[in-house]
């Protein structure tokens, strides 16, 4: 299979290093500056908790490629860009592996391939130009972005699934993204704020602001038609903190380096989607407010 991945930071060498370590498919990694140049001069290193030392095509142009899939791992904010660039190209499908809501309408708006939704729970964090570190196994679960079943997801399943990516192919992806939304909602602004690992959110008093995030996207979710208890997204949640306890956030690692977080797509999401139910959110409504105030701070709005 010929596979674009659209963003390669950590997350997206992370799936790129895997897909292209057991040379089964043509990778092209497309990222920045200076990663791509020490991809293509020495390659791409992943280490940690998944071991690869690859040498994929990498640049820094993504538009006018061609392939069978584009693998989209690009924040939130650059949803919009990379689907421009993307369409220039032709594709068979697009696969979004990123953080929060929204990007699979944004993808399916511009692109004439078939979009597909998509979760990924591997921990990764980008060490320097042409390395990259899992720091936690997980796995990626896909399917149609609408639901239901899906031939061409199950065949990118097994594309996944023979390189050693732990996949599932589900026929339930709105419900997959409204739960890992709860889960995000919980960890990732609270961690980034307060600039602790996500099994901070577990203990008190970090567990009541996480839980009470968590508990408002799932009840939002139920007002959008999605069955997701509280209970059910509590416990997603917890699962995932205590899973990865030693990790640092995807927010927490922007915030740190001082970069634009996807905190809109995330709890700005549930406030603008409790906004339509009639819904009151004040938990997600505060944590959007207090990030967007460290991004303007710096100039990111």
């Excluded at 989209?72 to 594709?91: C, R």
């Excluded at 990259?132 to 079943?149: F, K, P, Q, W, Y």
């Excluded at 505060?286 to 303007?296: H, S, Y």
Aim: aromatic share 2%; with cysteine; hydrophobic share 45%.
């Amino acid at each position: 299979m010929e596979v674009v991945v659209f963003g390669a930071g950590s997350l997206g060498s992370l799936v790129g290093a895997v897909l292209a370590r057991e040379s089964i498919h043509d990778i092209t990694l497309v990222g920045r500056q200076p990663h791509v140049e020490a991809i293509r001069e020495t390659g791409l290193r992943l280490e940690g908790e998944l071991e690869a030392h690859v040498q994929p095509r990498a640049t820094t142009d993504g538009r006018d490629l061609e392939g069978d899939l584009a693998v989209v791992t690009v924040k939130a904010s650059d949803t919009a860009v990379a689907a421009e660039a993307l369409a220039t190209g032709s594709f068979d499908a697009a696969l979004s592996l990123q953080n929060g809501m929204g990007n699979e309408e944004t993808l399916a708006e511009t692109l004439e391939a078939t979009v597909l939704a998509g979760t990924a729970s591997y921990g990764a964090i980008y060490r320097q130009p042409g390395v990259v570190t899992c720091t936690g196994l997980g796995e990626i679960v896909l399917g149609a972005r609408d639901g239901g079943s899906s031939a061409l997801a199950e065949r990118v399943g097994e594309a996944f699934t023979a390189t050693g990516l732990e996949t599932i192919v589900v026929d339930d992806m709105p419900r997959r993204l409204w739960e890992k939304l709860a889960v995000n909602a919980g960890i990732n602004p609270v961690t980034a704020l307060a600039d602790v690992d996500n099994g901070a959110v577990l203990e008190a008093p970090t567990a009541e602001i996480a839980r009470a995030a968590t508990r408002e996207t799932a009840r939002v979710a139920r007002a959008c038609g999605i069955s997701l208890s509280d209970q059910e997204a509590l416990a997603a949640m917890e699962t995932v903190a205590a899973e990865t306890a030693a990790n640092t956030s995807s927010m927490r690692q922007d915030v740190r380096a001082g970069r634009r977080t996807e905190i809109d797509a995330i709890n700005g999401y549930v406030v603008t989607r409790a906004a339509e139910t009639g819904l009151e959110v004040p938990t997600n409504r505060l944590l959007r407010a207090l990030v967007r105030t460290w991004e303007r701070g710096l100039g990111h709005r």
